[in-house]
């Protein structure tokens, strides 16, 4: 459509899941958002046209209807994003490592410490022993969601 240097990158945020079925583990990809794709573009006129009236394209979230243009993703959370799917070049420096003990700073773990029982450098996430319903559980959890706790 004449637009190819303005339209860098089409994303669906999908992520590995591990599912059992039939007693075997199957991985599948889950959806982060379903029902939304990010789209990385230089945002001129002809650009915007084609991409909100592409077929199947509803609505944008930053954009307050009518034809305005939507704010962007901030760069942060697109590395997050990114850092999920195990896309990201940004490498995060920490001072932890396995056996050590953290506090998980966000999530549904929020507040609760455990041991680092593994740590995965490409999607940049741990995974964390932490004490749930009396047993070690297993939880991955990215890495800047951690902190260290010293002793």
Known sequence: MGI???L???L???????????GKKVEKMRNLFPGYVFVEMKMTDEA??????????????GS???GAKPFPVSPDEMESILRRMGQSDKKIVVDFQVGDTVRILAGPFS???????????QTQTASVLTMLFGRETP?????????????
Request: glycine share 10%; hydrophobic share 30%.
């Open 4 to 6: 190819q240097d303005s």
């Open 8 to 10: 860098f990158r089409v």
């Open 12 to 22: 669906v945020a999908e992520e590995p899941e591990i599912e059992i079925k039939n």
């Open 111 to 121: 507040g609760m410490e455990g041991r680092i029982s593994s740590m995965n450098d």
């Open 48 to 61: 915007w046209y084609v991409v909100r009236n592409t077929p199947g394209v509803t609505g944008f979230i």
């Open 64 to 66: 307050s209807g009518g």
């Open 139 to 151: 939880t991955d959890i990215s890495y800047t969601d951690l902190q260290k706790v010293t002793e």
